[in-house]
């Protein structure tokens, strides 16, 4: 059962339905969604990409709609640490890209490191999230993740109590400004005006929307400079992430990062496949303090050095939110 529950959450995006987890359910006999978490973990680990590490974290999150997320460790040969994606970063960003309100528990393989305990601070009522470390053995329970982080530090400290949170609503208002773009090979190369790639102009057109549509979505309260990143594979799909801070600052997520997990969320990037992308927009603000750019062409020169970044800039047009 455990390669057929690997199949079925590989094909359906890293996301299951909440019909879909019922069934599961009666066909594994647990009782609970909550212990279905647990049941899939060791299919989650197997989904990761520790390619430095060699230490695959699987997490899989309930959330109140009742669908079931999966997150894994993502890393990235040549790169400096810090652009690794944690599991339960992916996790989270998996269900903001899909329109996830909340996240009632979690199960995952490892304990969560401090980096994701101080990440999680940015959810609503992160301090009642209920999270089970299966490696922990049989009989391990569920605990609140304040008593993985009694005294934590997070939004509160920070920012007034109605002030939307990862996963509720952004609308950060924006207005690109008109022909301030770049066009550039992403590894130092020749760039210059028309298609980037060879890829057609529409792919550009849905690059530079989805990317800007990520930004306007972005949760970036402590540095006020929301971004967002899209990349396009060479079938002219395209994905977006949006730029996730911490109050804690060095465990916020990147748009680029962001924009990996909607793609191998999607079913991109599979084990063998490395990440195939052609060209990549960038949205971000005209002299941002908290700037993507470099960290981008960093990335697109290490795992995709064909691809064709643009990185078009916005005036905000008030305070984001």
């Known amino acids: 059962m455990e390669e057929e529950t690997l199949r079925e959450t590989a094909e359906m995006g890293f996301v299951i339905e909440a019909e879909a987890a019922a069934a599961m359910m ?9 212990e279905l978490l647990a049941t899939l973990v060791p299919a989650a680990q197997r989904l990761a990409r520790p390619t430095i590490s060699n230490f ?61 305990r101080q990440f999680l601070q940015e959810l609503r009522g992160a301090a ?4 089970l ?3 922990d053995g049989p009989g391990s329970a569920f605990r609140s993740l304040s008593s993985f982080l009694p005294r934590p530090f997070g939004p509160p400290d920070l920012l007034h109590k109605d002030h939307p949170l990862l996963l509720e609503p952004h609308y950060n208002k924006i207005a690109l400004l008109d022909g301030d773009e770049e066009a550039e090979a992403a590894g130092g190369g020749g760039g210059g005006g028309g298609t980037c790639n060879g890829i057609g102009g529409g792919v550009e057109a849905r690059l530079r929307v989805e990317a800007e549509g990520a930004a306007r979505a972005a ?28 109050a804690a600052y060095n465990p916020s997520l990147g748009p680029v990062q962001a924009a990996v997990v909607a793609y191998m969320a999607a079913g991109g990037g599979g084990a063998g496949k490395g990440f195939e992308f052609v060209a990549a927009a960038l949205v971000e603000a005209e002299g941002a303090v908290v700037s993507h750019e470099a960290t981008a062409r960093i990335f697109l020169a290490a795992v995709a050095p064909r691809a064709h ?13």
């Open 309 to 321: 970044l643009k990185v078009y800039r916005f005036r905000s047009s008030a305070d984001p939110a």
């Open 56 to 116: 695959p974290v699987g997490a899989v999150g309930l959330g109140t709609s009742g669908r079931i997320y999966i997150g894994v460790n993502v890393e990235f040969p040549g790169l400096p640490l810090h652009h690794s994606i944690h599991a339960e970063q992916f996790l989270i960003t998996n269900a903001a890209v899909h329109g996830e309100a909340g996240i009632r528990c979690i199960a995952v393989s490892s304990a969560p490191c401090g980096h994701c």
């Open 26 to 34: 009666t066909e594994l006999g647990v009782a609970s969604a909550p």
């Open 219 to 246: 949760h970036a309260p402590y540095s006020k400079c929301p971004a967002g990143f899209a990349v396009a594979d060479g079938r002219g799909r395209v994905y977006a992430g949006s730029y996730e801070e911490s």
């Open 133 to 135: 470390v299966t490696s």
């Open 128 to 131: 009642e999230i209920q999270i």
